[in-house]
């Protein structure tokens, strides 16, 4: 079945201790995207990943990183959480950056305390 | 700078047809979608439009106006199941290609 999985869906934990969210797919999507979503503000893009080793900042990259080594991952990274990160979040990869929908991952709600 | 702007909440009855409107600001415009997204799920793609004019898939229909900077969601014979966040979002290519989404409108489907 074609998919994006998330890795952890809900994660609870504190202020400045480093976590990673997974994202996976499985389609050979070239181009992947991470977003968040707070309520009021709509889907606001993090980073994008035009293909491995291709990584550009969105709209809100602050006390984010990314990474792509290969195609079917795009890990997102907090290196230091803190509250204002806590937000419901979004991978999605489609084909490439143009007519292409893109298909979202079930969502990963973090809280930073 | 970059700015969409579509209503926050919208109802329509059941059986109608309901227009939701999005209108954007881009300075490097490559394509318009719509995404449907029911409470606590992920956006799932309901249509493209990169070239003026309507765009039509079943009961949905969509339309781009470029030069206006405008695009509507037509939903016809509306089900309850309709009742959805519709998020309008524009394809930017200036300086790489980002997505950026409006706030969103929540429609209300009554009996």
């Known amino acids: 079945e074609a998919q994006v999985t998330q890795n952890p869906r809900y994660l609870i934990t504190v202020t400045g201790k480093k976590l990673t969210v997974t994202c996976s797919q499985n389609?050979?999507?070239?181009?992947m995207s991470w977003y968040r979503q707070d309520p009021g503000l709509g889907l606001r893009q993090i980073y994008y990943?035009?293909?491995?080793?291709v990584t550009d900042k969105g709209d809100v990259p602050e006390g984010y990183k990314v990474s792509r080594k290969e195609k079917r991952n795009f890990p997102l990274i907090l290196e230091s959480p803190s509250p204002n990160q806590t937000s419901l979040y979004f991978c999605?990869?489609?084909w490439g950056a143009g007519p292409n929908e893109q298909f979202f991952g079930p969502g990963t709600r973090l809280t930073v305390l | 700078g970059q700015n969409i702007d579509q209503p926050t909440e919208m109802t329509a009855t059941e059986g109608a047809i309901v227009q939701i409107n999005c209108t954007y600001q881009?300075?490097?415009?490559?394509?318009l979608f719509w995404y449907q997204q029911h409470a606590g799920e992920a956006p799932t793609f309901l249509s493209y439009?990169?070239?003026?004019g309507l765009e039509e898939k079943g009961r949905f229909s969509s339309f781009l106006s470029r030069s206006k900077g405008y695009s509507y969601l037509l939903l016809k014979e509306l089900q309850m199941k309709d009742s959805a966040s519709y998020l309008c979002?524009?394809?930017?290519?200036?300086?790489?290609?980002?997505?950026?989404f409006g706030a969103g409108t929540r429609l209300f489907v009554k009996a």
């Open positions: 999605a990869s489609s």
């Open positions: 881009t300075s490097g415009f490559n394509g």
């Open positions: 990943s035009m293909n491995v080793e």
């Open positions: 979002a524009v394809r930017d290519s200036t300086g790489g290609f980002k997505t950026i």
């Open positions: 439009n990169v070239l003026d």
């Open positions: 389609m050979n999507h070239e181009y």
